[in-house]
Antibody, heavy 115, light 109 residues
Framework: EVQLVESGGGLVQPGGSLRLSCAASGFTFNSYWMTWVRQAPGKGLEWVANIKQDGSEKFYVDSVRGRFTISRDNAKNSLYLQMSSLRAEDAAVYYC????????WGQGTLVTVSS | EIVLTQSPGTLSLSPGERATLSCRASQSVSGGYLTWHQQRPGQAPRLLFYGTTSRATGIPDRFSSSGSGTDFTLTISRLEPEDFAVYYCQQYGSSPPYTFGQGTKLEIK
């Protein structure tokens, strides 16, 4: 069964940092682009970043570029999102998803930014 | 960046009725690279269609998708209780960011 499990969310102060992880199983991880998508409370979906199979290409939405870094470890079948200089508007459920077409999705991990 | 505008924002229908959801892009979606996702309350989204018309695994055939260029439509022929959810379109045809529409909430009338 193809599965994605996010972890690492939590409460962080404005200006702080957090590292999210996504553990993949049930498929050949190094054959797929991987994507992070977020959803602020009560809001819609926002595409955040994606990364090529070998990590050689990375793309970001403007609002996080320079603050967030997407990475992957193909040996560990894991995707990461390093978030720094966090703002209140970064508070959301963060989902990882496989590929460009986003299937499947993980269950999400909640990031709360508050003092 | 391509902006996707979904309409209506909310659609109120009864089980058994037909639902038509629209997604309009600010510029042509290259290659028809458009997806639809369904999100039920408290759940993660799931893929319904990719490449505009390709149905994802396990999606019932009462769901259909069509369109090209800047105009796309998701149709649910006969609504079942489990279809009441929020639906998002997303494009992945041009350079990232691969934007989403703001969503259409399909609610029970």
């Amino acid at each position: 069964e193809v599965q994605l499990v996010e972890s690492g969310g939590g409460l962080v102060q404005p200006g702080g940092s957090l590292r999210l992880s996504c553990a993949a199983s049930g498929f050949t991880f190094n054959s797929y682009w991987m994507t992070w998508v977020r959803q602020a409370p009560g809001k819609g979906l926002e595409w955040v970043a994606n990364i090529k199979q070998d990590g050689s290409e990375k793309f970001y939405v403007d609002s996080v570029r320079g603050r967030f870094t997407i990475s992957r470890d193909n040996a560990k079948n894991s995707l990461y999102l390093q978030m720094s200089s966090l703002r209140a508007e970064d508070a959301a459920v963060y989902y990882c998803a496989r590929g460009q077409i986003l299937t499947p999705w993980g269950q999400g991990t909640l990031v709360t930014v508050s003092s | 960046e391509i902006v996707l505008t979904q309409s209506p924002g909310t659609l109120s229908l009864s089980p058994g009725e037909r639902a038509t959801l629209s997604c309009r892009a600010s510029q042509s979606v290259s290659g028809g690279y458009l997806t639809w996702h369904q999100q039920r309350p408290g759940q993660a989204p799931r893929l319904l269609f990719y490449g505009t018309t390709s149905r994802a695994t396990g999606i019932p055939d009462r769901f259909s998708s069509s369109g090209s260029g800047t105009d796309f439509t998701l149709t649910i022929s006969r609504l079942e209780p489990e279809d009441f959810a929020v639906y998002y379109c997303q494009q992945y045809g041009s350079s990232p960011p691969y934007t989403f529409g703001q969503g259409t909430k399909l609610e029970i009338k």
